[in-house]
């Protein structure tokens, strides 16, 4: 137990100095099991929640769920806890999410047909519950922004009918050098309206004059120790994300040699999925590790070998195929 705990403080340094070292959501059908696993476990929790009317909460869990694997299942539970909510305008943008996602997997599992009828059926019950803007921006420029009800249409879909409470919705078209555009929107449910914005009809705003642009500063030594400070930073952080994946590495062998030792080389009995189940996480982590190790190191020596003034020796990390080693110039 110590040495979990200490392995375990190594590794959420390293985790909090990579904020983006792991990525959101894998395809089901790239996840690995262990993905597969802890996918599962939240998905379990979320539909417990939601049995128990705890919609907030199982929102979480659902959430949690699609960003280790993106599972066209899971956003079906997610429109659902929104629909339950209240929520309907954003419900109804999930299931069709998730009617899009399902049918781009159903080729290769016909499991997720019953995703797409499931969120099509939901998504026809909504509907008749919303009204329908259908927007025509003129004299758009490549910097116009709309927004309705509070929420950025992104440009192809502007064309589209996109879906407002039944109550009052503003809608804002935003472009540069011109005041917002505003129109207010009253619709019931149900009804449908289209609506024609000119971007440039807001009265125009005095651009401020711009100041001159500052000189560009010199070269000197006085820029070198801020790359230089970065520089033992991202080594601090390749350093231990290195030492987490020896730590983690090593718990992963000695658990799987003490399985191997306990199992005589065959199957394990059930009665240790605990030890099977951790020696896996612990490989998990080892092998991000690992990863943040050597992006770390990598970017901490390029970030040494720019800071350093051309009255010093640069050096810098050059890695091979079964090597590693410096090359500078002196």
Known sequence: MPRRILACSVFAVVLAASVHALADGVLPDVATPVQREQAQSRFAR???????????????EFRASHDIVSSPNTRLEIAR???ASG??????????RTAVEAKELVAQDNRYQRAYDSATAERA?????LGFVTLTVQNATDETKVQIGGEEIRRAAWSEPAPVAPANSEIVVSTPG????RRTV???????????????SGDATAAAAAPPPPPAPEASEGAGPSLRTWAYVAGGVGVAGLA??????????????????ACHGGPCPSSKSGEISSG????????????????????????YVVSTPKSEPTAGLVVGPGWAGLRGEF
């Open 244 to 261: 987490t994946f020896g730590i983690f590495g090593l718990m992963a062998k000695s658990t799987y040699d003490d399985l191997n030792s």
């Open 280 to 303: 896996k996480t612990d490989q998990v982590i080892a092998n991000v590790g690992l990863v943040v190790g050597l992006l770390g190191v990598a970017a901490g020596a390029t970030l």
């Open 87 to 96: 929520k309907l305008v954003a419900a109804y943008a999930e299931l069709g």
């Open 81 to 83: 806890c929104l629909r």
């Open 186 to 200: 009253s619709l019931a449910a149900g009804q449908k309206q289209a609506l024609t914005i000119d971007a440039l």
């Open 125 to 129: 019950e909504i509907e008749p519950k």
């Open 178 to 181: 011109h005041a917002p555009v």
């Open 46 to 60: 979320g539909k417990e929640l939601l049995a128990r009317k705890q919609f907030d909460q199982a929102l979480v």
